[in-house]
Each structure stands twice: as structure tokens, then as C-alpha cells.
């Protein structure tokens, strides 16, 4: 929908780290608490990180201690700054206006961003 819309992926060898950048439209953004969820080829969506208005974060078990979710209310984006990737980390990341245990609006899981590629190989 290009409302929401995820940037910065790319290939990184294991170890590596790399920062991606989601920028929503103002009002999604300012009604919506956003997180990043993640596909592997094959594979079902899975939840990766969720911040709170309060700045509250949340993660997927195989990422906590890894990656960190942040956001800038003055640029209406949500990063996901992932460190210590693993080739089990290669997926395609998607941003969300939603994410488990969020509450949002009802709308608000309807936008998702188009998805950017994390390849982590040697």
C-alpha cells in the first residue's frame, strides 16, 4: 500500500549486523503501535518485534538479545537494528501497524508493508 513501507535489507554474513527502516504514513503511524514480523522461504509469518507507546518492546524468543526495535515519532519510522545474524535469520521482514498483544484498532492490522529481503550467508 506504500503507507507502510520497509527499507534497508540486504545480504550480511553471520555475526554481521544491519538496520532496517520502516516509514509509515502519519496517521497509521500515530494510531497504531507497529512491529516487524519475518518470513522464511517456505515458511509461515512469524512475529519478530513490537513497541508500546511507552516504549515497551517486545520479541520473538529466537531474536531477543539480538535485535532492537526503536522508533521516531518525528519521522513516522520504526527500525529494527539486528546484530549477531545468523543464517536462521534469513527472511523476508515485513512491517506492521500490529503485532501479538498490541491492542490496536481493528484497522490497524490491515497495513503491512511490502517486505524487504535479510539474507545472512558466508
Same mark, same amino acid.
Given at each position: 500500500?506504500?503507507?507502510?513501507?520497509?527499507?534497508?535489507?540486504?545480504?550480511?554474513?553471520?555475526? =554481521?549486523?544491519?538496520?532496517?527502516?520502516?516509514?509509515?504514513? $502519519?496517521?497509521?503511524?500515530?494510531?497504531?503501535? +507497529?512491529?516487524?514480523?519475518?518470513?522464511?522461504?517456505?515458511?509461515?509469518?512469524?512475529?519478530?518485534?513490537?513497541?508500546?507507546?511507552?516504549? !515497551?518492546? $517486545?520479541?520473538?524468543?529466537?531474536?531477543? =538479545?539480538?535485535?532492537?526495535?526503536?522508533?521516531?515519532?518525528?519521522?513516522?519510522?520504526?527500525?529494527?537494528? +539486528? !546484530?549477531?545474524?545468523?543464517?536462521?535469520? !534469513?527472511?523476508?521482514?515485513?512491517?506492521?501497524?500490529?503485532?501479538?498483544?498490541?491492542?490496536?484498532?481493528?484497522?490497524?492490522?490491515?497495513?503491512?508493508?511490502?517486505?524487504?529481503?535479510? !539474507?545472512?550467508?558466508?
Amino acid at each position: 500500500q506504500a503507507e507502510v513501507a520497509e527499507s534497508g535489507g540486504g545480504s550480511v554474513q553471520p555475526g =554481521g549486523s544491519l538496520k532496517l527502516s520502516c516509514v509509515a504514513s $502519519t496517521y497509521i503511524f500515530s494510531s497504531c503501535k +507497529m512491529g516487524w514480523h519475518r518470513q522464511a522461504p517456505g515458511e509461515g509469518r512469524e512475529f519478530v518485534a513490537g513497541i508500546q507507546r511507552d516504549g !515497551t518492546t $517486545t520479541y520473538g524468543d529466537s531474536v531477543k =538479545g539480538r535485535f532492537t526495535i526503536s522508533q521516531d515519532g518525528a519521522k513516522n519510522t520504526l527500525y529494527l537494528q +539486528m !546484530t549477531s545474524l545468523k543464517t536462521e535469520d !534469513t527472511a523476508v521482514y515485513y512491517c506492521a501497524a500490529d503485532f501479538p498483544g498490541a491492542n490496536n484498532y481493528y484497522w490497524c492490522k490491515n497495513y503491512w508493508g511490502q517486505g524487504t529481503q535479510v !539474507t545472512v550467508a558466508s
